[in-house]
């Protein structure tokens, strides 16, 4: 079993919508959290990165991080057509440790 | 900004043959992991070196090695190369801040025919 699990999706949305991204995780050493933003054959683009428990925000992006239920989410305000990609959550035990990554959720926001 | 350049992005090989990767993080970084991705498939950690010793090992097979050299570039290397072996390999490093945030560079895409 994964340690970090993630619904594949696909997940459509129409454009302006709020977009709703979770993980569950398995490992309570779990520490630090990101979500990646996947589009196809590139790389992983960084979004949001969050240590241990909270809310954390960024423009258009927030994302929250529940320890005591290893529940982890972005919400993505004001969907553009853009943002369809794959999202990915990771998570690892300290800051230079290896990542553990969600299957990647793929969204499709339709205009 | 932090930033990595891989090369080849593309590369396509036969079974059985071998194929080198190469990683460049931009400013030089002390650390660096590699991760394979399948088709369809998170990113699934292979290695990582920090100042040029292996730091952590993930599922990498025994037909694998990779290196950091000492002007800090990366280079992945495979051996006897099997179809499953066609993913996309990607490199990446630390961020500058506190820690935590890591970035990827592009991916070099091998194809095993």
């Known amino acids: 079993q994964k340690e970090v699990e993630q619904d594949p999706g696909p997940l459509s949305v129409p454009e302006g919508a709020i977009v709703s991204l979770n993980c569950t995780y398995s490992n309570s050493a779990f520490q630090y959290f990101m979500w990646y933003r996947q589009y196809s054959r590139k790389g992983p683009e960084l979004l949001m990165y969050?240590?241990?428990?909270g809310n954390k925000e960024d423009g258009r992006f927030t994302a929250q991080v529940d320890k005591s239920s290893k529940y982890i989410s972005l919400f993505i305000r004001d969907s553009q057509p853009s943002d369809s990609a794959t999202y990915l959550c990771a998570s690892s035990t300290d800051s230079w440790g290896k990542f553990q990554f969600g299957a990647g959720t793929q969204v499709v926001v339709t205009p | 900004a932090a930033g990595v350049i891989q090369s080849p992005r593309h590369l396509i090989k036969e079974k059985r043959e071998t194929a080198t990767l190469k990683c460049y993080p931009i400013p030089r970084h002390d650390t660096v992991y590699w991760y394979q991705q399948g088709p369809g498939q998170d990113p699934q950690f292979l290695i990582s070196?920090?100042?040029?010793?292996?730091?952590d090992k993930g599922s990498i097979p025994d037909r694998f090695s990779a290196q950091q050299f000492s002007d800090y570039h990366s280079e992945l290397n495979m051996s006897s190369l099997e179809l499953g072996d066609s993913a996309l390999y990607f490199c990446a490093i630390p961020g500058q801040g506190a820690g935590g945030e890591l970035f990827f560079g592009e991916g070099s895409r091998l194809t095993v025919l």
């Open positions: 070196f920090y100042e040029k010793m292996q730091s």
């Open positions: 969050t240590y241990s428990s």
